[in-house]
């Protein structure tokens, strides 16, 4: 019987006033200095990393963190701000809209579920260029093509930090780019992106789907809250302002209002 005063658990306790357990461990004696990387990790896969591993994926924040408020999650938290949200309701709303379809987590996620699934595909014989002509009759394949611009800035930076620590030669990411051959010879506007990428470096390093899935929900964190405090600094309001010469009415015409001479 589960007991909801005891419930069976592997990730952790909490024994207020004495420890915590966290995986195992206790967190303060045997993680109290682990790199916040490390720990949040180790917390999703039960897997501790060399410090190359943990330069990488902190690369792989850092990379995309991008403080523009006009970005879509951004926006959010510009907003929430600017209607005096609290600081934590801003993020939180903001990651939320991370979880976005065409960009954001679930790119993200459905690149890693290709790669790895196109790698075993591969391994029982299956040629590239017909994998990759079956799965695009069934559904986009992620990571590949951008919205706004074909080339995306973040790669030779990432690309740079893998090889840097010696992390850029696995099979993942060799496979990344054989996709990306097969693609732009179909489309040149189809190169890789971001979200491939990190995908294969994060299938390079042992993550399973769910575990990048965990993974990435803080991929864009650290632009957030430069958003939300510069439009807390500004007044309430205001984030978007809009003059009227900006706005095009299509509506009813200039027309007197009844009764407004009288009023006078």
């Not at 303060?28 to 999703?44: E, N, S, T, Y």
């Not at 963190?65 to 903001?94: E, F, I, K, Q």
């Not at 600094?233 to 984030?239: K, N, Q, S, V």
């Not at 009227?244 to 001479?261: F, L, Q, T």
Request: hydrophobic letters at 45%.
């Amino acid at each position: 019987m589960i007991s909801s005063d005891r419930p069976p658990t592997w990730a952790g306790k909490a024994f207020v006033g004495t420890r915590a357990v966290f995986r195992g461990h206790d967190q303060h004696a045997d993680l109290g200095r682990a790199d916040w990387m490390d720990l949040f990790v180790f917390g999703i896969t039960g897997r501790r990393y060399g410090p190359a591993a943990l330069k990488l994926m902190h690369a792989l924040w850092v990379g995309t963190s991008y403080a523009d408020v006009r970005l879509w999650n951004n926006r959010v938290a510009g907003l929430a701000a600017s209607a005096r949200s609290t600081p934590s309701l801003a993020v939180a709303a903001a990651l939320g809209m991370c979880e976005a379809t065409v960009y954001g987590g679930h790119p993200c996620v459905r690149a890693i579920d290709f790669l790895l699934s196109a790698r075993q595909r591969l391994a029982q014989g299956e040629a590239l260029e017909s994998l990759v002509a079956t799965e695009l009759a069934e559904r986009r394949i992620y990571g590949y093509g951008r919205p706004i611009h074909a080339t995306d800035e973040r790669l030779p930076w990432l690309q740079e930090i893998a090889r840097e620590q010696g992390l850029a030669d696995g099979p993942h990411l060799a496979l990344a780019r054989q996709v990306e051959a097969q693609l732009c010879a179909r489309d040149p506007r189809l190169k890789m992106n971001y979200a491939a990428m990190a995908a294969a470096l994060a299938a390079d390093l042992g993550f399973s789907v769910v575990e990048f899935h965990h993974f990435q929900v803080p991929m864009a964190m650290a632009g957030i809250p430069p958003c939300a405090v510069e439009a807390a600094e500004r007044p309430a309001g205001a984030l978007f302002p809009l003059s009227c010469e900006h706005i095009r009415y299509e509506g009813v015409p200039k027309r007197a209002w009844p009764g407004r001479a009288q009023n006078r």
